[in-house]
């Protein structure tokens, strides 16, 4: 291992220094099975009290982002586990992203939690001046008390990038002005696995210089615990503290086109008070991207359903892990593994509290709570869910054998930091040097990158129905730049659900328009969704009528979650088999199925004999710790008919099936 390990083997040499140190359920879980040396070295540093193990959620939930039961639940979970490896029950916790809301003493209270660190933004943002930071606070909620520590900026960006004798100087100084604490709190990535970092840290002796440092000066500096410090000193005094998270969180939860702005009044006032302007929300990133939002309302509506189902209980919580929930330097929403495994432990907590009987049942409700009503096609195979604010569109379907929403896409979106990716290129030529912190280092993983800024205009989904020219251009279809004369993509449909005895037919009508020279001419698309009990495919039954005199192209698209391009992983026509890195335009073809071995899913989609097909691998340009780099979301497959309109109404079926593999 590249940070922890190497961290901790030569913290072991200097047996006068101390550190609290939190590790999320998850990677505690696989170090028990898999590195009992880690263990045994854990229990050594805390067997010598240079140990302090701070809980938290066990599968690392931002706490304000799930169900006060469930926050404190996973919270027992993780100081259960602590207790019966360590022998001693934790009792302070770190909240994941540092994401705090004034109802968390309330909250952590409930869970016996005497203490918390935050960042120094936090309090800064109520009026603190950093030296009135140098201990902790104590807080409360409707009587539910919390003592606070305030983690220091300096220290965050200076460990471990600056030289050791700068952080002296900064030490130095708090401890002139009467300071008797100053706390350092961080990722321990940032030791090894950050860009350059394990160079910095380990090969030059970064980390061994510094701790050798804390030792020779221990007459004035000492390394503490959390709990050796509230034993032996005070509350600074009483605080109240707003929503907040670190600095860089609340830039990246804002809109998109509001960061550019933020960054400029941030700039603006770097000789004023740049600590009162405040940042976005964190729960915004569910505003901010959709696909969030949705599998947070999932998540919310099973932790009302589980009960006391300990083992959908246990997938509930694994989906509840913070990650996949939001976007910047670290954020995994732009990952689609991560958002494969949300999705993943829903299903399988959805799949423990479903009745063994046969099922076959439909709803129409807002289960996203957005304003808009969905509709829910349900059996023992699949789970389809239809979006009628936009499109009367497929935006989910989970395949329930191999736990898979084969539909977990991402759409193509401006990101305030794309502005920097040409800045990004001109840079990628040095080397991350150890002496950056990621907020600092603007890199990119490979040249061109620029290429791929194409946004989608409307949400990445299946069976999104197109009018279109007769001779609309691929190339600016798949630039997302295409101005489409039907408007039926992004447009409400009109849904209700007819239940027969052992099937469900879902009818989705529209009555719309193709515009052509400032005239729309009307048209309608009525589409029928039929899903059977016990069966693992549903068909889609298209009914299209309009006054178009002239004829017109119609594409039914549909995007497929894949987890990647490369791979065992193909598409297959009747013709032949393609990579699905392949973009263009494919051969005439009744039947396309789609190959995942790594999701064991095989996707079989038969329709009409189509004019031709599109294909395309939908890829974004996001931000990660190592850099810009470009990231493959989900396949596109949209089969093209010409419609004639003078003929009367054109029919169209479409069958989609899945099989395991």
Request: proline content about 4%; charged content about 25%.
């Amino acid at each position: 291992m590249h940070a922890y390990m190497p961290f901790l083997s030569i913290l072991n040499e200097f047996t006068d220094i101390k550190i609290n140190l939190h590790i999320s359920g998850y990677l505690f879980n696989w170090l028990l099975k898999n590195k009992p040396e880690y263990i045994k070295l854990l229990k050594d540093l805390k067997r010598r009290s240079q140990l302090e193990i701070v809980s938290g959620g066990m599968y690392e939930p931002v706490l304000s982002l799930i169900p006060e039961k469930d926050a404190i639940e996973q919270i027992e979970m993780h100081m259960d586990k602590m207790e019966k490896v360590f022998g001693e029950r934790p009792g302070g916790i770190w909240l994941a992203e540092r994401v705090y809301e004034p109802h968390m003493p309330q909250i952590l209270h409930k869970a016996n939690v005497l203490y918390t660190l935050v960042d120094d933004n936090h309090f800064t943002a109520v009026g603190k001046k950093e030296d009135e930071l140098y201990g902790y606070y104590v807080t409360e909620f409707e009587g539910h008390r919390l003592l606070i520590f305030p983690g220091l900026k300096f220290l965050r960006y200076a460990i471990p990038f600056k030289q050791v004798h700068t952080i002296d100087e900064y030490l130095k100084n708090i401890a002139d002005r009467g300071g008797n604490l100053a706390v350092f709190g961080d990722d321990g990535e940032k030791f090894g696995l950050w860009p350059g970092t394990y160079h910095s840290v380990y090969e030059e002796g970064w980390l061994r210089e510094f701790f050798s440092y804390l030792d020779a000066n221990k007459d004035w500096l000492k390394t503490a615990t959390f709990s050796e410090h509230i034993e032996t000193h005070p509350p600074l005094g009483l605080i109240y503290l707003a929503c907040a998270s670190y600095k860089e969180m609340e830039e990246w939860c804002l809109p998109a086109h509001s960061i550019t702005a933020y960054n400029t009044s941030m700039m603006d006032m770097n000789n004023g008070y740049p600590n009162f302007i405040r940042g976005g929300y964190f729960k915004n990133f569910l505003v901010k991207y959709p696909e969030s939002n949705d599998m947070h309302k999932r998540m919310f509506a099973l932790s009302q359903r589980v009960k006391r189902n300990e083992r959908a209980k246990q997938y509930l919580f694994m989906a509840q892990c913070n990650d996949s929930y939001w976007h910047g330097v670290f954020g995994g929403l732009y990952l689609p593994h991560l958002r494969a495994s949300v999705y993943t432990n829903l299903i399988g907590a959805e799949k423990c509290i479903e009745s063994k009987k046969t099922l076959i049942e439909g709803s129409i409700s807002d289960v996203n709570q957005d304003g808009w009503d969905e509709a829910i096609l349900n059996n023992k195979y699949l789970k389809a869910y239809f979006s009628l604010k936009e499109g009367g569109s497929l935006y989910e379907l989970d395949y329930k054998p191999s736990a898979t929403n084969v539909m977990a896409t991402l759409t193509r979106r401006y990101e305030g930091y794309h502005d920097k990716i040409k800045i990004a290129q001109r840079q990628s030529s040095g080397v991350a040097d150890g002496t950056k912190t990621i907020h600092d280092m603007v890199l990119a993983k490979e040249e061109g990158l620029d290429q791929y800024l194409y946004y989608d205009w409307y949400r990445r989904a299946s069976f999104i129905d197109h009018l279109m020219a007769q001779d609309a251009p691929f190339e600016s279809f798949y630039r997302g730049r295409y101005i489409e004369p039907g408007d039926f993509v992004k447009e409400p449909y009109h849904g209700s659900i007819r239940k027969q005895k052992s099937s469900l037919t879902l009818s989705l009508t529209r009555e719309g328009f193709f515009w052509k020279a400032g005239e729309g001419l009307p048209c309608s698309i009525k589409k029928d969704f039929t899903l059977h009990e016990g069966e693992n495919r549903f068909v889609a039954h298209y009914r299209i009528q309009g006054s178009m005199s002239e004829p017109t192209l119609m594409g039914i698209e549909f995007n497929f979650s894949l987890l990647g391009s490369g791979g065992d992983r193909y598409l297959e026509t009747e013709k032949t088999h393609y990579p699905l890195t392949t973009k263009g335009i494919l051969k005439p073809s009744q039947t396309v199925i789609l190959h995942d071995p790594y999701q064991h899913v095989k996707i079989t989609l038969n329709w009409n004999m189509p004019y031709e097909i599109w294909t395309f691998p939908v890829e974004v340009v996001s931000l990660s710790e190592d850099g810009f780099e470009r990231n493959y979301q989900n396949t596109l497959v949209m089969p093209l008919w010409f419609l004639d309109f003078t003929q009367g109404i054109t029919h169209i079926t479409i069958t989609l099936q899945i099989e395991t593999i």
